[in-house]
């Protein structure tokens, strides 16, 4: 309790309780608390000149320390005490002393940011060289620390002595990295003109420039890339910026992953390698901005003609992970883009339109559709858009409206709340090309997946009947002359058939390959003008009979041609 009291009577400077305390108490001028604090501590720290004599005269050691190995020299200088550091220095303290972090009394001088206390302790320091590149048990250097601080005056000061502007720490950062982090433009023009290496790395491989380009330091960003001006009268270069840290992530990734367009623009520079691929993911720059949903990063690094089709690790374009991660803009941006490919697929054999599909997102189907994405396409598992769709649930949208979804949930009688959900938009994608008699690998269609069966018995007479033969995909193959389509184009390629499965009349011609939901339907042009003649739907038996035996002799054989249109060229009438 008596210490405490001495200790408030220093810092309240109540020299005259203290000097009594002193004449009565010699013996105890050197004791301590449990921390280790002296009087003289105290004193030094609150910067009492008279109060410093007296105890120094009495016999206080200079040099003792407390816990953290720091000496009175170090409170003095902790507590921007310029006036102590020449007094307690004549005195005898020793001036080269470091606590147990390391810290010299230019480090602590340097975490004070105070000039003055910086310009003593340098005053005082007999071996400037050493200290001024003493580095602490973290490897830091008193320049380190004041570029981290980003005190311009400080930092002049410490450069007349010519410190190791290269110096690193244990985490291989030197003065230019924190200069550059924290975005000191002042300091940065000042590190270069002294020497700092641009494209020195840290721990992780990363330069200053990716650091500039991390933190978003735009004008930092100019002064790298241009340093070989500014730095006429060193060797220096500009800033590599193709340089790659542990991950081979450049400048340009960082830039693109957090939307600095400006800063991507001032990379933009012929040397640019604007398709550089990561490690991890193997993602390039416009993977990046996608994925991130960047549009005007991805607008401005479109203008360097990155290629937009290339895949990572996990076969995703960047479109892909636009879609993957929702981005509308982003997405209605790059199907903008004249050399997007619309149906890659990635690893496991997803579209873009399959991911924005399985993600519930129908503005960016929607969107997909619009620009003829492949509708059938089929994921790993033969699952087609409508399977995902109905497995969705619930979809979402931006501001986008898709008004052809009223009218299928009017058809279907369900409430507008349901306007979005899974099967109103496989009904949707149905119209649009997709097939609801599709199976995936569990032997499932899209209308296997509706649990509702009032809803699914309802959706069963909206939809085309199925193959006669097969009973399992759509009919798309038309009998001539009779007219119906009940056969599917699978079927009519195994079984050669020459009367119509329904109303048994002879086949003439087989034509329109086509789905119901198409608008494009193929019309079969005969090879020769006979061939358009049309026998009655009503046959009499005689010709009938004559029309088979010319059909036999023709000896014709069917043929696909042109994906789904079927003919027969040799079977012309008499």
């Known amino acids: 309790m008596a210490f405490d009291k001495n200790i408030s009577k220093i810092m309240l400077s109540d020299i005259q309780y203290f000097k009594g305390f002193i004449r009565k108490n010699s013996h105890k001028i050197n004791e301590t608390n449990s921390w280790g604090l002296t009087y003289l501590m105290a004193a030094c720290q609150a910067g009492n000149i008279d109060l410093i004599n007296s105890l120094i005269e009495a016999g206080s050691d200079l040099d003792m320390k407390d816990r953290d190995d720091c000496t009175a020299f170090h409170y003095a200088v902790s507590g921007k005490q310029h006036t102590v550091v020449p007094l307690i220095a004549s005195k005898g303290a020793n001036a080269e002393k470091c606590n147990a972090q390391g810290n010299s009394l230019l480090h602590l001088a340097v975490e004070t940011g105070c000039k003055d206390v910086v310009k003593a302790v340098l005053h005082v320091t007999e071996n400037k060289s050493v200290q001024i590149n003493k ?30 502007v290269n110096l690193e720490n244990k985490h ?37 420039l990716h650091w500039a380009c991390d933190s978003g330091h735009l004008e930092v960003v100019q002064q790298l890339l241009w340093s070989s001006k500014c730095c006429s009268k060193t060797s220096l270069t500009k800033a590599d910026v193709n340089a790659v840290d542990s991950d081979a992530v450049t400048a340009l990734h960082v830039a693109c992953g957090l939307g600095y367009e400006n800063i991507i623009k001032e990379l933009q520079i012929p040397e640019l390698k604007v398709n550089a691929k990561d490690i991890k993911y193997g993602n390039t720059p416009l993977h990046w901005a996608c994925r991130s949903g960047h549009k005007q990063a991805v607008q401005q690094l479109l203008k360097s003609n990155p290629d937009v089709n290339l895949r990572n690790i996990e076969g995703n374009t960047p479109l892909h992970l636009a879609v993957l991660k929702q981005h509308y803009d982003v997405v209605a941006l790059m199907l903008a883009q004249s050399q997007v490919e619309l149906d890659i697929k990635n690893c496991n054999k997803m579209t873009p339109l399959l991911l924005a599909v399985s993600e519930g997102h129908l503005g960016m189907t929607h969107k997909l559709v619009l620009h003829k994405a492949d509708i059938k396409a089929v994921d790993a598992d033969n699952n087609n858009c409508l399977h995902l769709a109905v497995k969705k649930g619930v979809f979402h949208s931006e501001d986008e409206t898709v008004e052809i979804l009223d009218k299928f949930y009017n058809m279907l009688n369900l409430s507008k709340k349901e306007r979005r ?68 184009k699978d079927c009519c390629l195994k079984i050669q058939r020459k009367t119509c499965p329904k109303c048994q009349q002879i086949i003439v011609e087989k034509s329109g390959f086509v789905t119901p939901k198409s608008e494009n339907k193929e019309v079969q042009t005969p090879a020769h003008p006979s061939e358009s003649k049309v026998l009655p739907t009503k046959c009499s038996k005689l010709e009938a009979k004559c029309l088979q035996v010319r059909v036999e002799k023709s000896k014709c054989e069917w043929q696909q041609v042109g994906g789904y249109k079927m003919t027969a060229p040799n079977s012309r009438l008499i």
């Open 421 to 488: 959900s899974g099967t109103i938009v496989a009904m949707y994608l149905a119209y649009s090309g997709g097939h609801f008699h599709h199976k995936n690998k569990g032997d499932e269609t899209p209308l296997d997946l509706i649990e509702n069966p009032v809803l699914k018995q309802k959706m069963k007479t909206l939809l085309p009947s199925l193959c006669l033969l097969c009973e399992v995909n759509e009919p798309t193959v038309k009998f001539q002359p009779c007219g119906h389509t009940v056969t599917c």
């Open 172 to 208: 291989n950062n030197t003065p230019l990295h924190w200069a550059c982090s924290w975005g000191f433009k002042d300091i940065v023009e000042q590190l270069l003109l002294f020497g700092a290496d641009v494209n020195k790395k840290d721990i992780y491989h990363y330069t200053p």
């Open 135 to 164: 580095q602490n048990v973290n490897g830091d250097t008193p320049l380190l620390l004041a570029c981290h601080r980003g005190n311009t005056e400080v930092i002049q000061q410490l450069l007349l002595y010519k410190p190791d």
